[in-house]
């Protein structure tokens, strides 16, 4: 079964640090997202994106965070300057887009530390 | 914006026994519903859905029923076992894809042999 392939699963950075999530969607789908979850917490929206461009973000997603989709395949988070409430479970997702399945699919997780 | 509600934040049930799960939404477009299963330091993986043409959905041990007048819906496991032991998040999006999910914070099922 296809699966949302996400790197590195785990990342410890300093404070003020850049931090590059990755992530490979399902190939077939068209709908890519970033989902935070704090430990213990629920998980939460970051951004949706469609046809390479931003579709809907939240309130948590501000300048400091970035995505792009590279090439074909990836899709990245970026956090410009870290801050330790960043630190969290930071899931990607996809989505087939279409018209009769908007279920979405969820990575491993890149739990990463800010310290 | 969407506002998902969840209770109880905790449950405890024998093996064998039901457990019930609710939530409440806020956005009358909302109409599409989905359950997440979540074990510890695991993804959030989809165990069903329903869409909000239907009032009721089964598949196996798990149920889920809506009701869009009063914007509640609910998650039945039925004959609990130990393995159902997990963290479970509600959702509500709307059906035109892209738009984001709305999860519930959550509600710890422990099964108890």
């Known amino acids: 079964e296809p699966e949302v392939t996400q790197t590195p699963s785990h990342q410890v950075t300093q404070m003020g640090q850049e931090v590059i999530l990755r992530c490979v969607p399902i190939?077939?789908?068209?709908?890519f997202y970033w989902y935070r979850q704090i430990l213990g917490q629920k998980v939460e929206f970051l951004v949706s994106?469609?046809?390479?461009?931003?579709?809907?973000k939240s309130e948590i997603f501000d300048d400091q965070f970035s995505v792009e989709r590279p090439d074909g395949s990836n899709f990245t988070l970026k956090i410009r300057s870290t801050k330790l409430e960043d630190s969290a479970m930071y899931f990607c997702?996809?989505?087939?887009?279409?018209?009769?399945?908007?279920?979405?699919?969820f990575g491993e997780g890149s739990w990463l530390t800010v310290v | 914006g969407e506002n998902v509600e969840q209770h109880p934040s905790t449950l405890s049930v024998q093996e064998g026994d039901s457990a019930v799960i609710k939530c409440t939404y806020s956005d009358s477009a909302s109409n599409y519903f989905p359950w997440y299963k979540q074990e510890l330091g695991k993804r959030p993986q989809l165990i069903i859905d329903?869409?909000?043409?239907?009032g009721e959905k089964k598949d196996q041990r798990i149920a889920v029923t809506l009701n869009k007048t009063a914007k509640h819906f609910s998650l039945h496991i039925t004959e609990t076992q130990p393995e159902d032991s997990a963290v479970y998040f509600c959702a509500a999006s709307r059906q035109n894809y892209g738009q984001n999910f709305v999860f519930g914070p959550g509600t710890r099922l422990s099964v108890l042999p």
């Open positions: 190939s077939n789908h068209l709908y």
């Open positions: 997702a996809s989505s087939e887009g279409s018209a009769t399945s908007n279920t979405i699919y």
């Open positions: 994106f469609y046809n390479n461009e931003i579709s809907e």
């Open positions: 329903i869409r909000s043409n239907v």
